[in-house]
Structures are given as structure tokens and as C-alpha cells.
């Protein structure tokens, strides 16, 4: 898939254009990952588009589906949902997403699995399209589960996800902190707020020598820090080293 910065409008084409079409169904959704990041100013690559839908109990295979029927710019191959760039007549959707690399993958993820909230909201829209992202004092909540539950892994494949959470934790404290915007944990449904500050707990401890960033994580949630220090501190597993959070900029 497309992975330079001037595929940007590509992404935000395919985001339009799906946001289009969930809003037609009543369903909400919310835009999360990199993408998302992308979005409030983040410069990091992103390989394709993550969304959260309240599905209301349908089928997500079947939702794409659907997608994929009701117009031509999106396609399923091997159960993965595509933009498609360039529409040719006579060449099947399915040949056209083989064909080219410039093609948006879209990772849709039903509102409650795979750790994320129950709901698709808080949402901000941001930029000329209004592209609704889950708003950045929850959407750093999922950044800090999906690196909580993978930061201890050794597998050569998860490592290299760990840097790209990293980036985006920091992107997100930094953005938050200029703000003054605090974390809004009561507002990740799904998952109880000890659940969700023994994550920044665990965070914090494996960068507490990088005083800036953790004054800047501090001020973001200053009502919570303290109870944040007063759970006991979770066993750190991990033989992966830190990654320096200069790298998050």
C-alpha cells in the first residue's frame, strides 16, 4: 500500500468516502491509529486507515461487503476492504486492488473488540473534509492499551510495532499538553479507569528518566497522577530496551 506523505490525500479521500457511506447506514465510526494522528499534525508514515464502527450487530465481513457493492471505489479481497484509487471499466475491483500498490487499505474494527471503547465517541473532526477522529483525549487511551499489551513482547514482528505507538503516545501528550486538554478516561467505555491508569502507569514507569515527557504526560492528567502512583506497580517483563521518546516528535 501507498506509504509516502503525498498519499495524504489519498487517505483522506477514502476516509471521506467511507465516513460517506457509514453515515448513510446511521452507523457511528470514529477514525483512530496513525491515521488519525496524521490528521492533528503527526509527520509519521501510516500504511493505511484504522476506523471504529459501531456495527449494531452486523456482521463485519458483511458490512464490507456491502460497501463494496453499493459503490465502486471499494473492494474485499482475502476479507480486507479497499479504496480503490483508479476505476477502470471491464476489470474487475478485485483485479484492480492486485494490480496497484496505491490502493488505501481500510482496517475497520467493530466498537468493543480488540480492547477499543464500546462506542465510537468522543469525536473531533478535523480538517477541510471534517474527518471525525476519536478525540485525541481518548484516542491516546488506545494507543496506551495496544502498547501495554505488546511493549514486553520479544517477537521480531511486534518490536517493530512497538516504535510506531511510541510515536504516537508522545505525538499525542505533546498535542494534548499545548492544548491543556486533559485525558478523559471516564470516557473510554469498555475498560475501568485502574485498568486504563495501571497502562499509563506501566508507560510511565518504563520512561521515567525522560523527565520532560512525563512532566508533559503529568499535566495532562493532573487530577489522576497521584492515584495513577498509588496503584501498585505492575512487574516489568520486558527485556525490549526503551525507546528514546525523542523519537515520538
Known amino acids: 500500500m501507498c506509504q509516502t506523505y503525498d498519499c495524504q490525500k489519498d487517505f483522506l479521500q477514502a476516509a471521506k468516502a467511507l465516513s460517506c457511506k457509514l453515515d448513510d447506514l446511521g452507523l457511528r465510526h470514529a477514525f483512530i491509529g496513525g491515521f488519525a494522528c496524521s490528521l492533528l499534525g503527526s509527520p509519521r508514515l501510516t500504511k493505511d486507515i ?5 456495527t449494531q450487530r452486523i456482521d463485519l465481513v458483511a458490512l464490507c461487503e456491502s460497501l463494496a457493492e453499493v459503490t465502486s471505489r471499494f473492494a474485499t479481497l482475502n476479507f480486507q476492504l479497499y479504496y480503490i484509487q483508479n476505476v477502470s471499466e471491464g ?3 478485485e483485479e484492480l486492488v492486485l ?3 496505491e490502493n488505501v487499505l481500510v482496517k475497520a474494527f467493530p466498537a468493543g473488540l480488540l480492547g477499543l471503547p464500546i462506542v465510537a465517541e468522543l469525536t473531533l473532526e478535523v480538517g477541510n473534509h471534517a474527518i ?4 485525541p483525549s481518548v484516542l491516546i487511551l488506545t494507543k496506551f ?6 511493549h514486553a513482547s ?3 514482528k511486534t518490536i517493530r510495532k512497538i516504535l510506531p505507538d511510541v510515536c504516537d503516545i508522545v505525538f499525542l501528550i505533546i498535542w494534548l499538553a499545548e492544548r491543556g486538554i486533559s485525558i478523559r478516561f471516564e470516557s473510554y467505555c469498555g475498560t475501568t479507569k485502574p485498568e486504563l491508569l495501571l497502562m499509563v ?5 518504563k520512561y521515567a528518566e525522560e523527565t520532560e515527557r512525563m512532566e508533559s504526560l503529568r499535566s495532562i492528567m493532573p487530577d489522576d497522577w497521584d492515584a495513577m502512583l498509588a496503584l501498585l506497580a505492575p512487574e516489568d517483563d520486558s527485556r525490549v530496551p526503551p525507546v528514546h521518546l525523542s523519537q515520538g516528535r
Open 50 to 54: 484504522d476506523v471504529i464502527i459501531e
Open 91 to 93: 476489470i474487475g475491483r
Open 99 to 101: 494490480r496497484s500498490s
Open 132 to 135: 471525525k477522529i476519536l478525540h
Open 145 to 150: 492499551k495496544r502498547w501495554s499489551a505488546s
Open 154 to 156: 520479544t517477537h521480531p
Open 201 to 205: 502507569r506501566r508507560f510511565r514507569d
